[in-house]
């Protein structure tokens, strides 16, 4: 058996994994002046500023860790599916699922409680709503772009981008139905937000444990995937059978997408720039890929959702997350890029 | 002949231009002229109410799905979203006037109104001072000075009433959702209630209409109330966040008061309503306190 890890791998997960803690410290540290520093020596007003330190920015570093890691590691498994490095996890249509159940809620919620007075729970409800929509459209597609028992990736990859702009206009359209706060409630759920108020535990919970067990089995999967991109005759070859390789890495990825968009809407770039860059820095063996991608993920978003939480002084408001993921990973892709290209081979 | 580029790119930037300016020019041109007999299209629901409380709304001949108040309104024909504009069925209600908020005035191509022979008045309604002005200006269109003047003294005699009610100085924020948390910054509506109800808004000092915050901002201000101002029948919903919020945060300082009165979002004659409302909340609020309100 190949050993699991090169040096420069190991030696990027521990740097990253330290790194992550120590962010994570200094996220928690940190804040818009809601706890200041001095509380903590002041026993009257200890009790909220613990409140802070662990209700709200703990809770909220711990979601960004989880999106971040769901969305870079679901980037990596499709780039590794569809063999394409400019492959996100919203360009296979699961995110179009997923905008669709969530709006879908947000406004069956309005009209609901307009004309029935019935409610559906707030967060829980799009959490729910968004999770089962990419996983049908998931199911969906990969059943369609399924002919002879084999899974064909240009179809699958075709078919999403179609479903994505199908999915934009029935957003389109419920935005267009509504009014009022359920508007900006959209707006602002699809412009990507790390928000943990009134987040129940129970959720975030399950969603840890999802991301796990799918970043873990898309680790398990990582040797055949690595044979399946060499190509499908070497993976059979090896005794690998590349269709079910192939299904795994699709299921796998669309739930990380579906959890990532479901918990926090769309935050762009974390994606597509990560597993670019840590396959720069440790290469392209996917037992590598997977856990830097998620440890690279993780980092970057909670580094960035610093940044959109001390925005408030300077901006006036709370940036959103994407703004600020878009504004960094944006320019980044590009100079990586064209780094790739000036040496003569791709990112 | 070849042509460059560059000599395209820019004989297209000067015709963009030029179209650019020809439209700027159509919307400047626009003014309130009253012309008898006068078919108004009111594009906001704040704005239809104006014309029903000066006893214009006979006039009314189009609205958008949203002017449901007061009930008369929904007679009228709607011709509109809200958000978008149907120019063709606006047009097919045939009227002199269009009165519309500024933001979506701007999606009424100018020429097609020109043509038509249609008046475009266009208005910002974010304040007391604004909603005077309007319904001067709203008066002006619709001949109906006399009324309007009245209802204009009937809201200032009213707020001065009001004012006169509040006791202790209260600080509050006003929400308007919860996943971004939202709030009324100083250039909102909810931050003008506010100060007409003699409370202070903790986000007074911000130059935007609503600005995305966190809890741990909202802490920072240290408000006495919090407004969340709701859908209708989407109280268990807020409730159940609330809940939630209050066990991340068991004792975040401030007591939350839910209301889903339209009057709160609507800057319109109805703002005696709205600051009333803001008073029983905070009544409310004291009484569940033991306070003195």
């Not at chain 1, 067990?213 to 070859?237: D, P």
């Not at chain 2, 009228?76 to 002199?96: F, R, Y």
């Amino acid at each position: 058996m190949t050993r699991r890890w090169t040096g420069r791998t190991a030696l990027w997960v521990a740097l990253l994994a330290l790194g992550l803690l120590a962010l994570l410290a200094l996220y928690v540290l940190v804040g818009s002046g809601g706890a200041g520093n001095g509380p903590l020596l002041n026993p009257e007003l200890l009790e909220r500023h613990q409140a802070i330190l662990r209700g709200l920015r703990l809770r909220r570093g711990l979601l960004a860790i989880l999106v971040g890691a769901a969305l870079s590691v679901s980037g990596a498994g499709f780039q590794a599916l569809l063999r394409n490095p400019l492959a996100d996890p919203f360009v296979t249509g699961v995110s179009g699922g997923a905008a669709v159940g969530g709006t879908l809620v947000m406004v069956l919620t309005a009209f609901l409680t307009q004309t029935l007075g019935a409610s559906l729970t707030g967060p829980a409800g799009v959490f729910a709503g968004a999770f089962v929509g990419a996983v049908v459209v998931a199911l969906l597609l990969s059943r369609l772009a399924t002919a002879g028992g084999l899974l064909n990736t240009n179809s699958l990859l075709l078919m999403g981008v179609v479903f994505n702009f199908f999915a934009s206009a029935v957003v389109l359209f419920l935005k267009a139905i509504i009014q009022g706060t359920k508007l900006s409630e959209i707006l602002f759920w699809l412009m990507g937000t790390l928000a943990v108020e009134g987040l129940p535990d129970a959720l975030l919970w399950l969603a840890g444990t999802l991301v796990l067990l799918s970043t873990g089995g898309l680790i398990l999967l990582a040797r055949r995937i690595n044979l399946v991109s060499l190509g499908e005759e070497t993976a059979w070859g090896a005794g690998v059978n590349p269709e079910s390789v192939k299904r795994w890495l699709f299921l796998l990825s669309s739930v990380l997408v579906a959890l990532g968009v479901s918990l926090a809407g769309f935050v762009g770039f974390v994606g597509l720039v990560i597993p670019h860059v840590v396959r720069i820095l440790a290469g392209s063996d996917h037992r590598g890929v997977f856990p830097l991608s998620a440890l690279g993920g993780a980092t970057f978003l909670l580094l960035a959702d610093l940044v959109a939480r001390l925005s408030f002084p300077l901006a006036g408001t709370q940036l959103p997350v994407g703004v600020v993921t878009a504004f960094v990973g944006g320019p980044l892709f590009i100079v990586l890029l064209a780094r790739a290209q000036a040496k003569g081979g791709g990112a | 002949m070849t042509l460059r580029p560059t000599v395209f790119l820019l004989l297209l930037a000067a015709l963009l231009g030029n179209a650019c300016s020809r439209q700027s020019a159509t919307e400047g041109s626009k003014s309130p002229t009253p012309e008898a007999p006068v078919r108004i299209v009111s594009l906001a629901p704040n704005l239809t109410e104006m014309l029903f409380a000066m006893e214009a709304g006979d006039l009314l001949v189009g609205r958008t799905m949203f002017c449901d108040f007061p009930a008369q309104a929904t007679s009228v024909p709607v011709v509109s979203g809200g958000v978008s504009v149907d120019i063709e069925a606006l047009l097919q209600a045939n009227p002199t006037t269009i009165v519309a908020l500024e933001g979506v005035a701007g999606q009424i191509p100018g020429n097609i109104l020109e043509q038509a022979g249609i008046q475009l008045y266009a208005t910002r309604v974010e304040t007391w001072d604004d909603i005077v002005r309007t319904l001067d200006e709203l008066s002006r269109i619709t001949s109906r000075q006399a009324k309007a003047q009245a209802l204009i003294r009937q809201l200032q005699e009213g707020l001065e009433q009001r004012n006169k009610l509040s006791a202790r100085p209260i600080r509050a924020a006003i929400l308007y959702g919860h996943r971004p948390l939202v709030a009324a910054g100083g250039t909102s509506w909810g931050n003008e209630l506010l100060r007409l109800a003699g409370v202070t808004n903790v986000f007074a000092d911000s130059d935007r209409p609503n600005l995305q915050i966190d809890a741990e901002t909202l802490l920072s201000r240290h408000p006495d109330l919090v407004i969340d101002i709701i859908a209708v029948g989407a109280a268990e919903g807020a409730q159940e966040f609330w809940k939630e919020f209050h066990r991340q945060v068991p004792d975040p300082g401030f007591a939350v008061a839910l209301s889903a009165h339209e009057a709160l979002l609507r800057p319109g004659p109805r703002v005696l309503e709205a600051v009333d409302e803001i008073h029983r909340l905070i009544q409310e609020n004291s009484r569940d306190r033991g306070e003195a309100p």
